[in-house]
Structures are given as structure tokens and as C-alpha cells.
């Protein structure tokens, strides 16, 4: 079983900063790429920031210049830094792993649970 566990959600001021983290265990034999996703209310779920194990970033345009991604390998961890926040961030951010299980496994995504971002004075 492969377990992705995300942290550092909450409430801020527009302006503020918030800082995501997510590791990934279980049975993992190798991850490609993880990144984060969000989903607002009515709204279909988006990339955000992927990052893959050679350290190939992926940004989404709203969001360059003010998130910052960044993995650790050999913990399987991502974490979202996000900056200047701004109140269309507020949505759930959800932490994506692209992984196998064994040598001979395919690449499949896994998903966190989310984690709600509110972004509000």
C-alpha cells in the first residue's frame, strides 16, 4: 500500500504566505514526479507545480514568481511554498505522486487526501 499524507493548510490574509508539506510511503519502488493540484468549488482541479526526480519544474502560469516547489528524493517529500497569496488561491490543494510499486510495475498516481487553503482578510 502507498500512503500520501499532506500538512500546512489553513487560513491567511491575503498577502501572507503558507508552506504545504507531503511525503509519500509504503511500497514504493521508484516516484517520477510529485506535485500538487487544487480544486475550488465549481471548478475542475488544476495542476499547480510538479517537480520530477531530475528536478524538472512545472508551474501553473497563476502561479509563477509566488510558489515555489521543492522535493526531497531520498525522503519522498514535497512541500509548496506559496507567497503572496492571493484570495482565487483559496481552494483544496491535493498532493500527486507518480510511482510504482516494483521493478516491473507501471507508473500510477497517487493521491493525498487535501488540504483546504483559505485565503481571506
Known amino acids: 500500500q502507498v500512503q500520501i499524507v499532506e500538512s500546512g493548510g489553513g487560513l491567511v490574509q491575503p498577502g501572507g504566505s503558507l508552506r504545504l508539506s507531503c511525503a509519500a510511503s509504503g511500497s514504493i519502488f521508484s516516484i517520477y514526479a510529485m506535485g500538487w493540484y487544487r480544486q475550488a468549488p465549481g471548478k475542475q482541479r488544476e495542476l499547480v507545480a510538479s517537480m520530477t526526480s531530475g528536478g524538472t519544474t512545472n508551474y501553473a502560469d497563476s502561479v509563477k514568481g509566488r510558489f515555489t516547489i521543492s522535493r526531497d528524493n531520498a525522503k519522498n517529500t514535497v512541500d509548496l511554498q506559496m507567497n503572496s497569496l492571493k484570495p482565487e488561491d483559496t481552494a483544496v490543494y491535493y498532493c500527486?505522486?507518480?510511482?510504482?510499486?516494483?521493478?516491473?510495475?507501471?507508473?500510477?498516481?497517487?493521491w493525498g487526501q487535501g488540504t483546504q487553503v483559505t485565503v481571506s482578510s
Open positions: 500527486n505522486a507518480d510511482l510504482r510499486t516494483y521493478l516491473g510495475d507501471s507508473f500510477r498516481q497517487y
